[in-house]
Every structure is written in structure tokens, then in C-alpha cells.
């Protein structure tokens, strides 16, 4: 029924019948923010070749952080007198529940998980997801038409770009867990915590910006928009509540302050996680339904820099401090 449907898939077409040379370098014919998007999707590039370049270099490629996990196992202690016997092996605490039973605390590494890699991963994911932003599709699937508008018209009649928020729920959980790290966290649960927290919030922003697009049609819509936002704000708070508290233990339990990038990796990416919210206030807050593409035009431009940047710092901060510090200590 559907079969007179073209089959289609473009990429780059800021406008009708771009030469592919044009799509490469438009040389100011595309929209200043399609422009942007594409040098920041080659600098997400060339982060990832440069720091494959390095983990490939580096004699610590498998240096690894070991996470644990924390079991209550039940013993029986019938015929004993106490905790004491017949407990588990790397038992660091038992107490007694009842005349039969006892509760142990064992702490097992049971994954690991790799800093480089993580870095490498949410630059090279950055570089995918703008790139295939820049694409436009028609297809049947089962039966469905599947279709993409261009990149251009999606920002100025919509203001949002689904690849967007998406790649963020995961190049932006990789980050977080990325500092959770370096900051100590290394409980695979914590872990698992953070990266389903922050997933929770980037999908938040997704339904926002989408729920803010539909106010041409009701302006009801515009208050679920607003619950989304809030909501996202929310469960990031949540995250730098536990990366906060870690880092505030630490310090309080060193004998010596951190070194100075753990203050400027908490303290700059808080402040740059912290934008990205702040953006899509601004857009809440201006978005009118009619006659904004200006609007949208900048809000797009204004979340491609600040992932650029908020990337880009943490990825060779780490590779500079973190990483570089590891192989330091083991080439002495």
C-alpha cells in the first residue's frame, strides 16, 4: 500500500541539491549553527583520534578501575555460640539476628571498568550522533513510514533535535561516571546509580523539548514541558549529591587535599552541567510556538558549544592528570 514511498537517506542538505564539496565546507551558505554543529562534530573526532592515538602509545593500556560490590550473606550458626565460626571468606563485619543466624559483610570486585576508554567512548559518540543529525531519511519499516526532516527544519520549526538529548543520555552518563571514579566512587551499584540518574535526566530534557514544541497546538502541553525541565533538574541534583558527598568525605578523611585538577574537574563541570539546564530554561522561558526560529537557531549553536567545551575539558584533564599521573607511577 505504502510501496510508492521513496526510499531516501541524505545527509548535509542544508538547503536543496548541495554539491557533497558544499556539505563538507559550506563557506557560510549553511546556517551558522549547522556549521558549528559540523566543526564540532570533526573536533569530537579529532579528540577521539587523539586520544586513541595516546591510549595506543601508552604502556598502561589496561589499567583499569576495579569495582565492588557488597554481599549480606546468611550463616547458620546452630550448635555455635557466637559469630564466629563458619563465616565467609573476606568477612569484615558479622553480627547475630537470631539464635540460628548471623549476617556477614563481604566486599567482592566482581568488574572492571576503564577511564580510557570511557574518554574515548563519549568523544567518538559526540562525533557519531552530531554527525548523523546532519542526516535526513523516508523509509518504509513493517509497514511504517519512518521519516527524519532535515536538520535545518527541525531546529526552526520544532527548536529541538532528538539526536541531541539522546546522544547526551548516553556520552553524558559515560562523563559522570568518569568522574565518580576520580573522585573514588568505585562501588559498581553507586555507579550503576549515577549512570541511570543521569540517562533519567537527559531523557527528561528530551520530553521537555519536545513536549515545548507541541505548544502551537495546546498550550496545556507547556506545563507538562515545565514538570519534564524540573524533574530533570532534579535527578542531576541528585547525582552531584553523591558525587558531592564523596568528595566531601575525601577531603575530610585525607591527610593531604586532593590535587588541584579534582577541585577543577568538580568545580568546572558542575558549573557546565549545570548550563545545559540553564539553556534549556532560557528556551522554556522565550519559546513563544510561532516565529522563533532565531531562537531556536541560537539555543542549538548554544548546546553544541557547550558540549564541545564541557567534553573537551574533561576528556584532556583526565588524560592529562588522572591518566598521565597512573602512568607516571609506574614507569618510576
Keep these: ?27 557560510k551558505e549553511a546556517p551558522g549553527f549547522w556549521s558549528v554543529n559540523w566543526a564540532a562534530a570533526l573536533l569530537h573526532l579529532l579528540n577521539t583520534v587523539a586520544t586513541f592515538a595516546f591510549w595506543a602509545a601508552s604502556d598502561d593500556q589496561d589499567q583499569v578501575y576495579q569495582l565492588t560490590e557488597t554481599a549480606a550473606p546468611w550463616t547458620s550458626i546452630t550448635g555455635t555460640s557466637n559469630c564466629t565460626t563458619n563465616l565467609p571468606a573476606n568477612a569484615t563485619l558479622s553480627f547475630q539476628t537470631s539464635d540460628d543466624w548471623c549476617i556477614s559483610r563481604v566486599t567482592t570486585v566482581t568488574s572492571d571498568l576503564s ?11 559526540s562525533f557519531a550522533f552530531q554527525a548523523a543529525a546532519m542526516m535526513q531519511w523516508k523509509f518504509v519499516c513493517c509497514g511504517h513510514e519512518c521519516v527524519r526532516e532535515s536538520y535545518v527544519d527541525e531546529v526552526d520549526e520544532q527548536g529541538t533535535n532528538v539526536l541531541r538529548m539522546i546522544e547526551y543520555s548516553i556520552s553524558a552518563t559515560l562523563m559522570q561516571i568518569a568522574i565518580a571514579l576520580v573522585l573514588g566512587i568505585w562501588q559498581r551499584l553507586v555507579i550503576m546509580g549515577v549512570a541511570f540518574l543521569t540517562v533519567n535526566t537527559m531523557l527528561l530534557g528530551l520530553i521537555a523539548e519536545q513536549l515545548n514544541a507541541l505548544t502551537k497546538t495546546t498550550p496545556v502541553v507547556k506545563i507538562l514541558a515545565w ?13 552531584w549529591v553523591i558525587l558531592g558527598r564523596q568528595f566531601y568525605y575525601t577531603v575530610q578523611t585525607s591527610t593531604v587535599p586532593p590535587p588541584e585538577f579534582v577541585y577543577v574537574i568538580v568545580g568546572v563541570i558542575a558549573v557546565l552541567y549545570t548550563g545545559f539546564g540553564t ?22 549553536m548554544a548546546y553544541t558549544v557547550s558540549s564541545l567545551t564541557s567534553k573537551t ?19 618510576k
Design 115 to 125: 577511564l580510557w576508554w570511557l574518554v574515548i567512548a563519549f568523544h567518538f559518540l
Design 227 to 239: 514538570v519534564a525541565h524540573f524533574t530533570g533538574w532534579v535527578s542531576m541534583g541528585g547525582v
Design 313 to 331: 575539558f574533561l576528556g584532556w584533564i583526565i588524560f592529562a592528570n588522572a591518566l598521565g599521573g597512573i602512568a607516571q607511577v609506574k614507569s
Design 1 to 27: 500500500m505504502q510501496s510508492g514511498i521513496r526510499q531516501m537517506l541524505s545527509w548535509g542538505l542544508y538547503k536543496k541539491d548541495v554539491a557533497w564539496g558544499k556539505r563538507c565546507c559550506p563557506c
Design 279 to 300: 539553556i534549556q530554561l532560557v528556551q522554556l522561558c522565550l519559546s513563544t510556538g510561532k516565529n522563533d526560529a532565531k531562537l531556536n537557531r541560537a539555543i542549538e
